[in-house]
């Protein structure tokens, strides 16, 4: 007879086959398949796997992981496009993409404003900006008109009163913008989670599982120009590096971002 029992977190029976994912209530893995549970993808959990993330699935249009070294869209049909790509065997998680040492011109990512919920919206990433940092970063750019652009973007010396190195969204007009920034700064080499978007009526930012702050604005992809990860139409402004970018086209509940966050195991 098999018995059940709990042990530090871990429920197992006698041969440890039925496992808890602790990242999400009440789910489990079962001789290490996947399972889903509520609208999530829960990961593999088997010894000396490499983890694979839990996401929200609800209105996903697109989820790169890099893992591929091909900019494929492991989600939807939205692979992206670059002629200088670049990748990091030291992503978050698994691969990454790398900005610092390839990738310079960006990746186009084919999704436009016309393909998306123009009003409400969120992007989910792992960023890492190296030590020492001195360039702008565009992390991820609507690369229209600059009047009707929002982008989410490391500050170095582009808008005054806001630290450099910190991280923030905004709705350009040459940079007289309606934001919403870190009062931390980021570069120090380190992965950190970041969620931005727009909900209706405001942009919001999350850092590492934590609202930054929100900012009421009229803001929107409306150019109908492709979105980029990485920099703004091919610019270069990319000193960082990026994992597991997901587009959503919703507003992602302070719930999903943290299921995210844990689902990339914190910082």
Do not use: C
Request: charged content about 15%.
């Amino acid at each position: 007879m098999s018995i059940l029992k709990k042990d530090n977190d871990i429920l197992k029976n006698s041969s440890g086959i039925l496992r808890y994912n602790g990242g999400v209530s009440g789910v489990y893995a079962f001789n290490n398949s996947l399972l889903g549970y509520n609208g999530y993808i829960i990961g593999d959990v088997s010894a000396g796997a490499a983890p694979t993330p839990s996401y929200p699935t609800d209105s996903l249009i697109a989820r790169w992981d890099f893992d591929s070294q091909n900019g494929e869209d492991s989600y939807g049909s939205f692979d992206l496009v670059s002629t200088n790509l670049g990748y990091t065997a030291s992503g978050k998680i698994s691969y990454g993409a790398d900005f610092v040492n390839g990738a310079y011109g960006g990746y186009n990512s084919s999704i436009n404003s016309y393909q998306v919920n123009r009003s409400i919206w969120s992007v989910s990433l792992w960023l890492k900006i190296p030590s020492g940092n001195t360039e702008y970063v565009k992390a991820i750019s609507d690369s229209g008109a600059q009047s009707g652009k929002t982008e989410i973007v490391v500050n170095y010396g582009v808008f005054t009163g806001i630290n450099n190195n910190s991280i923030g969204i905004y709705r350009g007009t040459n940079y007289n913008t309606v934001n919403v920034f870190s009062t931390a700064t980021y570069a120090d080499g380190n992965w950190h989670h970041v969620v931005g978007g727009y909900d209706g009526d405001k942009l919001f930012l999350y850092i590492d599982n934590s609202s930054v702050g929100e900012y009421s604005t009229t803001a929107n992809y409306n150019s109908g120009s492709n979105f980029w990860v990485g920099a703004n139409g091919g610019i270069t402004q990319a000193n960082h590096y990026e994992d597991q970018v997901y587009f959503y086209n919703k507003v992602l509940s302070a719930a999903e971002v943290s299921q995210l966050y844990n689902g990339g195991s914190g910082v």
